[in-house]
């Protein structure tokens, strides 16, 4: 999976998201901060239940989105 939001217009600086589908949304968020990324929204399913989504910035200024399935209680 790999999807594109548009950039809010009423933002100074409008850039596109990119979002990955990842199997592990905290791990792969954890990885690109210890690589540089600047956290935008810490992984949560707040607004997609079911799911978990998070954010970064690279070093570029450029919006990174990651999604997961959220792992079911067994």
């Known amino acids: 999976y790999l999807?594109?939001?548009?950039?809010?217009p009423s933002t100074d600086n409008p850039r596109t998201t990119v979002w990955?589908?990842?199997?592990?949304?905290?791990?792969?968020?954890?990885?690109?901060?210890?690589?540089?990324?600047?956290?935008?929204?810490e992984?949560?399913?707040?607004?997609?239940?079911g799911e978990v989504l998070a954010e970064v910035l690279d070093p570029e200024g450029n919006r990174i989105g990651l999604i997961a399935q959220a792992k079911r209680n067994a």
């Open 3 to 8: 999807g594109f939001d548009r950039a809010e």
């Open 20 to 41: 990955f589908n990842v199997d592990d949304c905290r791990d792969a968020f954890d990885r690109l901060i210890e690589q540089g990324a600047k956290p935008v929204r």
């Open 43 to 49: 992984p949560d399913s707040v607004c997609s239940p």
